[in-house]
């Protein structure tokens, strides 16, 4: 347990749903990332929300759509997923600051059909 | 953009020997970290290094920075089939974490 909770942890979607991952901390950190993890790839950085600040990846596409309402809450809003977006979504949180450690979700292994 | 290359990208070798780990970049980064990762599970902190040359052991896991700050390496010596799993380094930046392409290692009992 990392204090970093993600859900739900397996999600089945189809390509013309809209669905929503979550991911809550109470660790007080400032700074939260949403990255995706494909099977042979490496950890893509998505998003990061950082003192309340959105840095966002440019090579994103638009069907995803992060959501950041509060440190403690992000949210990862998904629409007309394509089956490549298939992988395991994980959240991390930390503290802004030199050297500090992230902690990581369990993730949401997401399917699109 | 992939900031931080690893290598070799699987690895699998028999309980007891020895193995090294790479993580090599063309940037500098303020701290690097490596994580290990088990299937279904997020990544898990291993350790923080720091200050450029600075070596780090955890029991039989030895971490080294590189001088300039740009590379590292995880050496695993006597390997035990708990140390299967994929290894990923993290360069910091700051604001945001860049991961490697990750090392998947299976020690054979």
């Known amino acids: 347990e990392t204090g970093v909770t993600q859900t739900p942890r397996h999600l089945v979607m189809g390509m013309t749903n809209k669905k929503s991952l979550k991911c809550e901390q109470h660790?007080?950190?400032?700074?939260m990332y949403w990255y995706k993890q494909s099977a042979k790839k490496p950890l893509e950085l998505m998003f990061v929300?950082?003192?309340?600040?959105?840095?966002e990846n440019n090579s994103v596409p638009s069907r995803f759509s992060p959501e950041c309402p509060n440190s403690s809450h992000l949210f990862l809003h998904l629409h007309t997923l394509q089956p490549e977006d298939s992988a395991l979504y994980l959240c991390?949180?930390?503290?802004?600051?030199?050297?500090?450690?992230?902690?990581f979700g369990q993730g949401t292994r997401l399917t699109v059909v | 953009t992939q900031l931080l290359e690893q290598s070799p990208q699987f690895l699998s070798i028999q309980e007891g020997e020895n193995l090294t780990v790479y993580c090599n970049s063309s940037?500098?980064?303020?701290?690097l970290q490596w994580y290990r990762q088990e299937p279904g599970e997020g990544p898990v902190l291993l350790v923080t290094?720091?200050?450029?040359?600075e070596v780090k052991k955890l029991k039989r896991l030895t971490f080294q920075f590189g001088d300039a700050r740009k590379d590292s390496s995880l050496h695993i010596t006597a390997a035990q089939p708990g140390d299967t799993g994929l290894y990923l380094c993290?360069?910091?930046?700051?604001?945001?974490?860049?991961f490697g392409t990750g090392t998947s290692l299976t020690v054979i009992p």
């Open positions: 991390a949180s930390r503290v802004i600051w030199q050297g500090t450690e992230a902690f």
């Open positions: 660790l007080g950190h400032n700074a």
């Open positions: 929300y950082s003192l309340e600040e959105r840095v």
């Open positions: 940037s500098v980064f303020s701290s």
């Open positions: 290094v720091v200050t450029g040359g």
């Open positions: 993290a360069g910091d930046t700051g604001n945001q974490f860049y």
